[in-house]
Every structure is written in structure tokens, then in C-alpha cells.
């Protein structure tokens, strides 16, 4: 039908003319109340939010010449983010003369993966970047 009928229908029933696809050859057009279906779309969008987990990243930060017992409580804390679903972000800071031994760093790096390995997927394994030493690991899914 013509654009000045669908037009003509839509203000006898009180409603709107809406085009649902305008590149369409020819153009596809609804009548409806816009209002009331904006309003609903706004609603939907809003639940769709709220039901929505928001995963953040936590950082845990190692030193170079770290001890078992301070290790062994990072790896805990890094253990329950992942647990409660977020991300985390391990690094380890190289100062003065430790920048000359970043294998010591990896070496760090991997055993803290290998500690977590039943709680965590490496997103992003080891790697140099400047001074820090920057590895994330996620939660591993329940599947």
C-alpha cells in the first residue's frame, strides 16, 4: 500500500507509522503506538542490565625476591577473586639491578600459574613490558 494510506490507517486507529527496515525496496513499515513500544524496549534494556555481571580485574603484585609464606598468601587472595568470577592481573615490579634478571621474574610467573592451575586459565602468560613483568589469569569455567 501507498505511503499516504498506511499513513491515513495509522491516524484513524490513533497510532503511528513506523518503518521497521527504511533500505528495504520498498521501505517495510508497522503501525504501533512508538511510545509505548520505546518504553517497553527502555524496560527490557534496563533488565537486561541488572542481570548483568560486571567481571573486574584484580591486581595481585609479586616482588622479585619473594618468600614461600608471602607467595603462598598471594596465590590465596588471587585464588578467591577468581573464585568470586573476576580476572587477575599479576605483576611483578623490576627495580634498579633486577632489570638485568628478568628470567628470575618468569621463573615467578610460572610456578604462581602453575600454583593456581585448578582455579585458573591463563589468559595472558608472562611477559616483559618496561619494568613490569604483567601476567592475567581468568576464572576457569564451571562446565
Given at each position: 500500500?501507498?505511503?499516504?494510506?498506511?499513513?491515513k490507517?495509522a491516524?484513524e486507529?490513533d497510532l503511528?507509522l513506523?518503518?521497521?527496515?527504511p533500505?528495504?525496496?520498498?521501505p517495510?513499515?508497522?503501525v504501533?503506538?512508538?511510545?509505548?513500544?520505546?518504553?517497553?524496549q527502555?524496560?527490557?534494556?534496563?533488565?537486561?542490565?541488572?542481570?548483568q555481571?560486571?567481571?573486574e580485574?584484580k591486581e595481585?603484585?609479586?616482588?622479585?625476591?619473594?618468600?614461600?609464606?608471602?607467595?603462598?598468601?598471594?596465590q590465596?587472595?588471587?585464588?578467591?577473586?577468581?573464585?568470586?568470577?573476576h580476572?587477575?592481573?599479576?605483576?611483578?615490579?623490576?627495580?634498579?639491578?633486577?632489570?638485568?634478571h628478568p628470567?628470575?621474574?618468569?621463573?615467578?610467573?610460572?610456578?604462581?600459574a602453575?600454583?593456581?592451575?585448578?582455579?585458573?586459565v591463563?589468559?595472558?602468560?608472562?611477559k616483559?613490558?618496561?619494568?613490569?613483568m604483567?601476567m592475567f589469569?581468568?576464572?576457569?569455567?564451571?562446565?
Amino acid at each position: 500500500m501507498s505511503a499516504a494510506e498506511a499513513q491515513k490507517v495509522a491516524d484513524e486507529n490513533d497510532l503511528d507509522l513506523v518503518k521497521i527496515s527504511p533500505n528495504a525496496n520498498p521501505p517495510v513499515c508497522r503501525v504501533m503506538d512508538y511510545g509505548k513500544y520505546r518504553f517497553e524496549q527502555t524496560k527490557r534494556e534496563k533488565e537486561a542490565r541488572k542481570n548483568q555481571k560486571v567481571i573486574e580485574i584484580k591486581e595481585v603484585r609479586l616482588g622479585l625476591n619473594i618468600d614461600v609464606a608471602d607467595f603462598n598468601t598471594k596465590q590465596r587472595q588471587a585464588a578467591k577473586f577468581l573464585q568470586s568470577g573476576h580476572k587477575v592481573k599479576v605483576s611483578i615490579r623490576f627495580r634498579g639491578r633486577e632489570m638485568g634478571h628478568p628470567e628470575l621474574g618468569q621463573d615467578i610467573m610460572d610456578r604462581f600459574a602453575t600454583a593456581c592451575e585448578e582455579c585458573a586459565v591463563i589468559e595472558k602468560p608472562a611477559k616483559l613490558e618496561g619494568r613490569h613483568m604483567l601476567m592475567f589469569l581468568g576464572p576457569k569455567s564451571n562446565k
